[in-house]
């Protein structure tokens, strides 16, 4: 309180002044000497950032796996028997960089109750999920992860689900000591004469919560714009055209939140943001446009997206090998299908390492898939991960090419 009551009166000196002597020098000067003393009082610590993870009811539901990955760096977090219980549980804090950091959460459960008559004993809900989010000094940003039951849920499988927030709490504070006054004959602009009755209020400030935010947005090809389609979704939804050859970037104001930017054009593959704004920001927004090849490489069938190329991946490798044009063509589809949510199943040969290690590999497989999709600017929200090991071979594992179509992903059509 005695802090806050500190910058309450050094606010009022920055406004007002102290007039000390005949020959008071400008009001620039005592705003930026108020200014030095202040940056003086305040001690400004380094960003931190605090993991939390809330988990389901331990007799109902049974945590199996958890793994969070934050700016790449796996995190060492209590074993899943400590983690089991409802929570929260802090799992780590730690000091971080000022600026963008992206926190992978991946959560196993399976159904504890065996009982046969449940149309979910036996499952095994393996959710990941990836977050974006901004650190800034004298902050620490708390990120909880959450298990939550859907009970409306059509598709047992998608009973559970793993779901992010994000709040934000200032650890800078003022220093003990006195306030600084105004240097001696140091002073400010007279007071304002006294407003009569009749002076109606003035309108109050603007606030961040209250201030719209801008997007200036851009779809090129070749540096030319594009004519196209933009659409925003978020705390407000609207559609925007933009227009060929515009000569500067369209600008769109919505309200502060999270949004889904899709950009569509004839001829062109379809691209999509995730993007947080903040009250009275303007943020650019450029689409690189690509233009549609003839074939099409994606196709749904009996409930899946179907890949002409598939992904290929080495043995004993996660990653998919950088020589496939499907990734652009998968998301050009999604975001043509906004409600549309998938299922990445991960697969393996019979030959890479011991069981466990395969089953291991084909999640991170999985894994690696949405990682790709999520950074094309795909909202994580719509993607599910499963690792299935060599449990549903594509081909003998007897030959080389039997094994290299086995080393695969499958896309599962989820019903929102």
Same mark, same amino acid.
């Given at each position: ?16 002044? &102290?007039?000390?002597?005949?020959? /008071? ?32 009811? %331990? ?6 796996? &958890? ?9 060492? +977090? ?9 929570? %929260?549980?802090?799992? #780590? #804090? ?55 039951? &859907? ?45 009569? %009755? ?5 309108? /109050? ?23 196209? #389609? ?51 920001? #303007? ?90 999709? +999520? ?10 991960? &499963? ?8 081909? %003998? ?20």
């Amino acid at each position: 309180m005695d802090s806050l009551l500190k910058l309450g009166l050094l606010t009022v000196l920055l406004a007002a002044g &102290v007039v000390r002597a005949a020959e /008071p020098p400008s009001v620039e000067q005592v705003r930026a000497e108020l200014d030095r003393q202040l940056q003086g009082m305040v001690n400004t610590p380094a960003p931190e950032v605090r993991l939390l993870f809330s988990g389901l009811d %331990p007799s109902e539901y049974r945590l199996v796996e &958890v793994h969070f990955t934050l700016d790449g760096e796996p995190l060492s +977090v209590a074993p899943v028997d400590e983690l089991g219980s409802p929570g %929260p549980h802090v799992l #780590t #804090t730690r000091q971080v960089k000022d600026g963008p950091h992206t926190l992978v959460s991946n959560v196993v459960y399976m159904d504890a109750s065996w009982n046969m008559f449940s149309e979910t004993s036996g499952l095994l809900w393996n959710m990941t999920s990836t977050l974006n989010f901004q650190t800034q000094r004298g902050l620490r940003v708390d990120v909880k992860a959450t298990a939550l039951l &859907v009970p409306e849920a059509k598709d047992p499988r998608q009973k559970v689900k793993l779901a992010h927030d994000v709040t934000a709490e200032m650890i800078a504070k003022l220093e003990d000591g006195t306030l600084p006054e105004p240097p001696p004959g140091q002073g400010g602009p007279p007071p304002e004469p006294p407003r009569t %009755p009749r002076d109606p209020d003035p309108p /109050p400030a603007p606030t961040a919560q209250t201030q719209k935010a801008r997007l200036l947005v851009s779809a090129t090809m070749s540096r030319k714009p594009v004519a196209s #389609t933009l659409s925003v979704r978020g705390a407000t939804t609207q559609q925007v055209a933009l227009k060929r050859g515009a000569p500067a970037p369209t600008q769109v104001e919505v309200a502060p939140g999270d949004y889904t930017v899709d950009v569509i054009a004839p001829g062109y593959l379809a691209q999509t943001r995730h993007v947080r704004l903040s009250g009275g920001n #303007t943020q650019p927004l450029d689409f690189a446009m690509v233009r549609a090849p003839k074939k099409k490489l994606v196709k749904e069938k009996n409930g899946r997206l179907e890949l002409l190329k598939p992904l290929r991946f080495p043995e004993g490798n996660a990653a998919p090998l950088p020589d496939s044009d499907s990734i652009p063509q998968l998301v050009d589809t999604l975001v043509r299908r906004p409600s549309q949510r998938i299922r990445i199943e991960g697969h393996t040969d019979n030959q890479e390492g011991e069981e466990s290690a395969r089953k291991q590999l084909s999640e991170a497989r999985a894994r690696a898939v949405a990682e790709l999709l +999520v950074k094309a600017g795909l909202d994580p929200a719509r993607l599910e991960t &499963v690792g299935l090991a060599d449990t549903r071979p594509r081909a %003998p594992n007897f030959t080389p090419r039997g094994r290299e179509l086995n080393r695969r992903v499958e896309l599962i059509v989820l019903e929102r």
